[in-house]
């Protein structure tokens, strides 16, 4: 068992959304609307879902956020921004660019980053 299908089951246990790791197997979007879905069950305010939606990520989604977050924006553009990164298309868009630097050579890796944080 995958440790993403065991944090599922533990979120169905517990009433919370699964973490959110970021992983080429967790669907964003699907993840997104389950954690609407609690935070409208449980009649969160808008400050106490972004601190809860902070709290269920990590690895590479947490750092996506903390790259993202600069306090002015709002909760809804934070999750288009994921949403944005996370989605399966620009993962594949990602992996062909990699792909590329690797033949390459004379492209750094800093471009290669500039161009994923500032498309």
């Known amino acids: 068992m995958s440790e993403y299908a065991s944090s599922k089951q ?4 517990t009433g919370n959304p699964p973490m959110f790791r970021g992983q080429l197997e967790e669907d964003v979007e699907r993840w997104i609307k389950l954690f609407k879905l609690h935070c ?3 009649k969160l305010d808008l400050e106490t879902q972004r601190l809860h939606f ?13 790259l993202i977050e600069d306090g002015m924006m709002s909760l809804e553009a934070v999750l288009e921004a994921f949403i944005g990164r996370f989605a ?4 594949t868009r990602l992996l062909e660019e990699l792909k590329r630097i690797g033949r390459h050579n004379e492209e750094s890796w800093a471009s290669f980053m500039e161009s994923v944080v500032n498309p």
């Open 88 to 91: 399966r298309a620009h993962r």
């Open 10 to 13: 533990l979120a169905t246990a």
């Open 40 to 42: 409208a069950s449980k």
């Open 54 to 66: 902070l709290c269920l990520l990590a690895g590479s989604a947490e750092n996506f956020y903390c």
